[in-house]
């Protein structure tokens, strides 16, 4: 079989390039200096039992971060992205992850705890570890980057040849060439990303391999790493040899289990290689990769994209390396790993060859221009040592006085610039805040994710066998149709709150003037709004509080209303405070008070200075990409001024408000204030009533009361519900400008999954 | 206390002419000849026990049809006419509503059952009446016309006086007096609205008080009608006094029941007198009305303002009836329902006096022209006897030959009309047909409807305490909140049902042509549709059911889909027919296939005769107001002749299928064929699963099958599903072109209302 010919033949140059991605993080969590922490790993990360993201390795302080499958590696580092983000703004805050594989700061041997998971098989086969290599050298971290060939392409290949007669034995032949090639030349990979070259003298049981100020390329991947005993060989001649010599060391006792085989290349696809005969091969695994520490989340983009060609590349070759070839190439690996990382290697011939031959496939399956520069520029490493990976560590860590000393700074930046925007996932940015909180807490307790359609906020969660659609961060299965489609309709969220015994303002809607006008008997005397029937930010709305006396004021304000739209309204008018009831299930889970856009005078800056200091604020932006907006000073709030008697330039006197918006909505620079523990219960339990009686299980009521520390009374003076909201801004509770956080994006999911509290 | 001026200072006008109304209209069920029928009441009107719109008042053959209360004389009128739409195409293709209130052809009394109600003490009452007046005089039909003041009329007319302390004396008051004066001035009423001059001689018991030849105006309010003993005296002078005497006159034996007292005005709000001492009087129910024959359903609206206005000027007048006015205002309904309808009333300055008060009223309360010109019209009845309905039930009763003869034709010509747009509620048409055929259902099954807005089609329907909201038709509290949203969006619901493990065509979307062009290999040899991703009847598809051999070819096709949309969708291509799946709850109740607007030749006709005689099916029109629509001739039709190589006057051979559309869209003329039946039961399950996979409780979706008879296998070759619809339209499932009716609405009520099947 030519797969060359093969893919040029039936047209599989892309197929080829397509597959599944997935990427297994290892980091120490560690002290401000760069020491490994020796606290419990974190409860706040949820159940290691089936957490999907995040796990412990080795050791509780050696967490393992996760990706889901994904199509493109891009997909697969925005996760790797979200799920870091979500780790450094949900650990104690004197924590930190080290970005160097090989630990620095180790304590005692005696206060490593070995991970607490639940099976005790589990717990049982570390402390065989320890046992057989010491604490320490299961403390290395490092990148494990699984691959899977696209199905189609597998098939299509199949189909296109007639040598082999068995689907799944040729999908295991096709794997097992690139384990077998990878194995041979992986030493290629190591030269560019390797990122190990010194360790902590404790790590080393003896004293340390290393002459002084010896650097070498990759510790963790040479004879003092994370590697069996030598005298352990594996055939890959096929997956009978495989199964075979694996189960033989296993049953002379000299590995434990399988999974104590440390190849570079792991078979996947079942747990026990004998299986995998039957099952096929599904994917790769790849072990060799350290910690890139000067890339946040371990690994770059672009390095993971060369890493794809090479994979692709051990498939395309025309050989495939033979049981001796793999010796070899575990033997090169083990000789370049110990090369100094600023001198050229010595198989730089070879590693050019390979490239040459990468270069070659990129032409053949048209390739992108990208990945094209990309080996480029990894070609010239081979001339220029100092351009590596490794390289530039070594010269960091000199510049920093010591790799604890760097991987410490660089872990503290890292936390840092994951804090700065705290409401937000940097790598879902384009979605909704909401749906990036819903996201952030899903990811927490591990629930697994899936973005069905990006820009409409759709995803799929799942626990177990049980699957939920959200749509918005709040719109679920639990809602009923009919809710929504109540809430759209003003009119008959009236009638049907009405019909149920709740408070709402009586009001009359007009298509004219004339019949409006008309009708003026029917308000007189009576405190009412005549508005818009769709407000937009207060504009055409009149107010008669004191009651409507004159038929011709009344004429005037319908006529103003009007200007604003097609159909007004002439409501009564409720006296009282606006409250923003947020409701979920059975429960008033916050209540908010929104304030218009305003300043507090200090008798010393401007109204222009002061709006500025103002919109420092970290909640403050602009668009909708934080949680409360900047505070404009537009023509409407220069009007609003005008009317108060200021200017922007005007200096208002100390602890004076001044008012720059007539509307309360955040979206025009509003303040955000918590109220639910002001708020009297009976309140609240009225605001689960109407939710209720509308089938809604999350909704946004905005009520008016007069004084919310009272109880309820069953009139209108005593409060009033005015609007529903079936897509409540979950935002502002999370994130309010003043009061207490309510995290109502975690209610919506102990919701969903009740069986995960 | 002068309500006149009280009205004018306070501005109470407007207020003063609002209300409730509600009418109650009696009619006897008949065959074509006039002649009452035996048969029991039909089952199909549902249960009695509760049925809010359908009863039977004292015989099994005698229909009480009953409008909610409206806000409107309008809306209480199309309420009318849509239960009597109900009523008229539900009943026995042989039975008919006889339009006259006094019976025509009675049967044998022995023949005559009377209503067969649950309620045993109901059942006793009526057999009571039998003994008191014989059966015929039970058989008399005429309508009640209830009224309520507006509430808040009522309660700022209280709040602008200071003589009565007590709310409910107030109001009780103010009812007495529209009941004392109403008895003392009824008979104008009487002269204009009369229209029973006759009745079949069997009606009395001994001889008939009629002269040969002679008409009366009212057999029904004379002292030969539906009246009490005249003995019978009760005191309106206050509720006090009324409930005493109606008491004396039930403990006397006299009365058997309260409800035995015949007054043309009942005081409403308590089961008895007594109690509505505390409860106040709430409503009037006036029953002075014979049927008008020539009113489809009893009453004109023009008729049904008069009297709104006869009992606001009741209310009006300065002075009120006492218990002497109000026996002589019997006296005078008595002699002037025994006048000649032909003559001139012996009162009728007294009336005309009556009418120039209800003038100065209609002036003083600005009421509007309409209403002023029909007062006016009545007015000049007084001179013009001839131009009165009981004037004009005589001269038609002598044209056709009797009272049971103008019966018979008049219940024939209503009973057409009913049928002639049988898929619609005519009072209702400005809503849509599935909606108009829930609420058909409703009326039928005895569900309270209320229109919450008539535009959105928004229902609120109710049986005892339970109340269902449902919006165009089929939205409802059974679908969750997300399967529209997950139907909403076709990227989701494959992706949903995929994961789910239904078949679904794999599809690749493109927002460039560039971009879809360089994928050519991902399709190369499959078979692919290549289309818009909004697909507007059609345009811009390309199919390449042979597998896809060309690039050039497919960079055409996405070329021509690119000129439709801004995205495009390459499809994998579904080979087979598309059915469309009606889903309820965890049934398919409906299996329809959709034929592209096609004539089948007969070799004598041209294309353009065929298409006209095609469109003269009832259930083909123009717009939304029919359940299919006409086929045009426009371009498009003339483009698709002609690739056929046929024009509009061409005359295709016989039993030659000429196609004139591409798209099976019933809304551009195509076929509706329903295959319910044909259907193999294996994808009706599957259907169910899709369903239910989306949360959805109602929902319609298109399959395509190859093999409709064969069972479904688990590929695509099988069957595999196309499109989810949230909001299937109903119609085409009742009302296809060939095929059985399945009438889907009254699944959506039996699952709404599952206690009352």
């Known amino acids: ?77 925005r996760w790797l992205s979200a799920i870091h983000e979500v780790v450094l703004r949900t650990l104690p805050e004197d924590e930190y992850l080290f970005p160097l594989s090989m630990p620095a700061g180790l304590p005692p041997e005696a206060k490593i705890k070995v991970a607490q998971l639940e099976d005790e098989e589990d717990v049982a086969y570390r402390e065989y570890l320890v046992k057989s290599y010491g604490k320490y050298k299961q403390m290395v971290s490092g990148i494990h980057y699984n691959f899977q060939l696209d199905t189609e392409f597998v098939d299509a290949l199949f189909n296109s040849q007639n040598e082999q007669k068995s689907a799944v034995d040729f999908q295991n032949d096709l794997y097992l060439k690139i384990a077998k090639n990878f194995l041979r030349y992986q030493w290629v990979l190591l030269y560019f990303f390797s990122a190990t070259p010194t360790v902590d003298k404790k790590y080393f049981r003896g004293s340390s391999p ?55 290349v792991r ?39 060369f890493i794809h060609y090479f994979i692709l590349l051990m498939a395309w070759l025309d050989h495939t390396a033979s049981q001796e070839d793999i010796e070899l190439g575990k033997t090169r690996l083990a000789e370049v790993s110990w090369e100094d990382p600023l001198s050229p290697t010595a198989y730089s011939v070879e590693g050019e060859l390979l490239l040459l031959e990468m270069q070659n496939m990129l032409n053949a399956i048209q390739a992108s221009d990208e990945i094209k520069s990309i080996v480029k520029e990894k070609f010239a490493q081979f001339e220029n040592p100092g351009d590596t990976l490794c390289a530039n560590v070594v010269i960091a860590m000199e510049k920093f006085g010591g790799d604890q000393k760097l991987g410490a700074d660089i872990a503290k930046g890292n936390k840092k610039n994951a804090l700065e925007r705290f409401y937000a996932l940097s790598a879902f940015d384009k979605m909704e805040l909401s749906t990036q909180a819903l996201m952030f807490d899903a990811i927490r307790k591990g629930l697994k994710i899936e973005i069905l359609d990006e820009r409409d906020q759709f995803l799929s969660l799942q626990y177990g066998d049980h699957i939920e659609y959200v749509k918005n961060g709040n719109m679920t299965s639990y809602d009923r149709y009919i809710s929504p489609l109540i809430m759209e309709n ?99 889970l916050a209540v908010l008070l929104r304030v218009p856009a305003n300043v507090m005078g200090d008798g010393v800056h401007s109204i222009k200075e002061l709006v500025a200091m103002k919109n420092e604020h970290p909640l403050r932006g602009d668009g909708s990409r934080t949680p409360l907006k900047k505070i404009a000073l537009g023509d409407i709030e220069k009007l609003q001024l005008k009317e108060q008697g200021w200017t922007i330039d005007s200096i208002p006197p100390r602890d004076q408000i001044v008012q720059l918006r007539a509307n309360s909505n955040i979206s025009t620079g509003g303040d955000s204030i918590d109220m639910t523990d002001q708020m009297h219960e009976s309140y609240k339990k009225i605001a689960v009533g109407i939710s209720k009686a509308m089938g809604a299980a999350i909704c946004g009521l905005d009520l008016i009361i007069p004084d919310l520390a009272k109880p309820a009374e069953p009139h209108l003076k005593s409060w009033g519900v005015i609007e529903a909201n079936f897509n409540p801004m979950m935002m502002m509770h999370i994130f309010p400008y003043i009061g207490k956080s309510r995290r109502v994006t975690l209610d919506v999911l102990n919701m969903l999954f009740p069986e995960m509290k």
């Open 1 to 77: 079989m030519n797969i060359q010919n093969l893919i040029k033949q039936n047209h599989l140059e892309l197929l080829f390039q397509q597959g599944l991605f997935g990427i297994e993080k290892e980091s120490q969590r560690v002290l401000a200096d760069g020491s490994i922490v020796t606290t419990e790993h974190p409860k706040a990360f949820g159940s290691r039992r089936f957490h999907p993201y995040i796990q412990t390795d080795f050791a509780e302080s050696q967490l393992e971060l996760i990706t889901p499958p994904s199509k493109t590696l891009e997909e697969a580092l």
């Open 490 to 588: 003003k009119v008959v969220t009236k009638k049907v709150l009405a019909k149920a015994g709740f408070n709402v303002p009586r009001s009359v809607e007009f298509t004219d003037i004339e019949s409006a006008v008309k009708n003026f008997p029917l308000f007189e005397n009576r405190a009412v709004v005549i508005k818009p029937k769709s407000t937009n930010f207060g504009l055409g709305i009149t107010i008669f509080q004191q009651g409507l006396q004159n038929r011709d004021d009344f004429a005037k304000a319908v006529e103003i209303a009007f200007r604003e739209d097609k159909e007004i309204m002439v409501e009564d008018y409720l006296a009282g405070t606006e409250y923003r009831f947020f409701v979920l299930g059975g429960e008033t």
């Open 267 to 305: 078979l996947r696809g079942a747990k026990k290689a004998r299986d995998l005969v039957k099952t096929g091969i599904q994917y790769l695994e790849f072990r060799l990769f350290d910690l890139n520490p000067f890339a946040p989340y371990g690994m770059t983009l672009e390095d993971a994209k």
């Open 210 to 264: 290393l002459k002084p100020n010896q650097y070498v390329r990759s510790l963790r991947s040479g004879p003092f790493g994370y590697v069996n005993d030598p005298e352990i060989k594996v055939s890959f001649e096929n997956l009978q040899a495989y199964a075979d010599s694996l189960e033989y060391w296993v049953n002379s006792g000299k590995l434990i289990a399988e999974k104590e085989f440390y190849s570079n």
